[in-house]
């Protein structure tokens, strides 16, 4: 992700662009476009025409260069403050009724993501983490579950190459997910008998081809809502 003239990443910290506009591969300027709506400062991917004449996008970094690089240490971002910088999760705790809340160690290794899942009931915990780590994206999401909210089980990959999950929560006592595949598209995820099992969408709508995508969901105790395009 570019940002303001340096490009964050989860490995490196922070490596800094050369001077705009950057060179395509043909040698010719490279025209930054800017989406009307965008975040104040944001860099976005260049426009470029191939050899081929074909017309792609090459991140910033490949068509400005970067004059330097700097590790998290050099900006002294240690612990939390640096695992937060990752998105990786971190949790709190606290007893029932008490405002005072503990640091808790998830078993989540170098998972990260920016976009979790989380449901807590009277039962217990249920955390899903994004499919990705600090030097790639694995196809499947990563579930961990808590009675207390202190002690987390160890984490184990979600079936049906669930790659991000969009709602959580427990219907008739049974965890449900909502989420999607690596192929993009829509899925049910429901926790019976000790196992997950995935269900495609477009299955529970009765569809021939693939399903569409959902926009916002949620889980409640009596069922699951979605909103489709």
Same mark, same amino acid.
């Given at each position: 992700?570019?940002?303001?003239?340096?490009?964050v990443?989860?490995?490196?910290?922070?490596?800094?662009?050369?001077?705009?506009?950057?060179?395509?591969?043909?040698?010719?300027?490279?025209?930054?476009?800017?989406?009307?709506d965008?975040?104040?400062? +944001?860099i976005?991917?260049?426009?470029?025409?191939?050899?081929?004449?074909?017309? +792609?996008?090459?991140?910033?970094?490949?068509? +400005?260069?970067?004059?330097?690089s700097?590790?998290w240490?050099?900006?002294?971002?240690?612990?939390?403050?640096? +695992?937060?910088?990752?998105?990786?999760p971190?949790?709190?705790?606290?007893?029932?009724?008490?405002?005072?809340f503990?640091?808790?160690?998830?078993?989540?290794?170098?998972l990260?993501?920016?976009?979790?899942?989380?449901?807590?009931?009277?039962?217990?915990?249920?955390?899903?983490?994004?499919?990705? *780590?600090?030097t790639?994206?694995?196809?499947?999401?990563?579930v961990?579950?808590?009675?207390?909210?202190?002690s987390?089980s160890?984490?184990?990959?979600?079936?049906?190459?669930?790659?991000?999950?969009?709602?959580?929560?427990?219907?008739?006592g049974?965890?449900?997910?909502?989420?999607?595949?690596?192929?993009?598209?829509?899925?049910?995820v429901?926790?019976?008998?000790?196992?997950?099992s995935?269900?495609?969408?477009?299955?529970?709508?009765?569809?021939?081809?693939?399903g569409?995508q959902?926009?916002?969901?949620?889980?409640?105790?009596?069922g699951?809502?979605? *909103?489709?395009?």
């Amino acid at each position: 992700m570019a940002l303001g003239g340096v490009v964050v990443g989860s490995v490196l910290a922070v490596d800094l662009l050369g001077p705009a506009p950057g060179t395509c591969p043909d040698g010719s300027a490279s025209v930054e476009e800017v989406p009307p709506d965008s975040e104040p400062g +944001r860099i976005w991917n260049v426009p470029c025409t191939g050899s081929d004449g074909e017309g +792609r996008y090459l991140p910033p970094q490949d068509a +400005r260069g970067i004059t330097a690089s700097y590790t998290w240490d050099d900006f002294g971002v240690t612990g939390d403050v640096r +695992r937060a910088a990752l998105g990786q999760p971190l949790a709190f705790a606290a007893a029932p009724g008490a405002i005072t809340f503990q640091r808790v160690d998830l078993p989540v290794g170098g998972l990260q993501g920016a976009q979790l899942a989380l449901h807590g009931d009277d039962e217990g915990f249920l955390l899903v983490v994004p499919g990705s *780590t600090a030097t790639g994206v694995s196809p499947e999401a990563t579930v961990l579950t808590s009675g207390d909210g202190r002690s987390w089980s160890e984490p184990s990959a979600l079936p049906g190459n669930l790659s991000w999950v969009q709602a959580a929560g427990r219907v008739g006592g049974t965890f449900v997910l909502l989420g999607s595949t690596g192929d993009g598209e829509s899925a049910v995820v429901i926790n019976s008998a000790g196992g997950w099992s995935t269900v495609p969408l477009s299955d529970l709508l009765g569809l021939d081809g693939p399903g569409p995508q959902v926009m916002r969901a949620t889980v409640g105790p009596d069922g699951v809502v979605a *909103t489709l395009p």
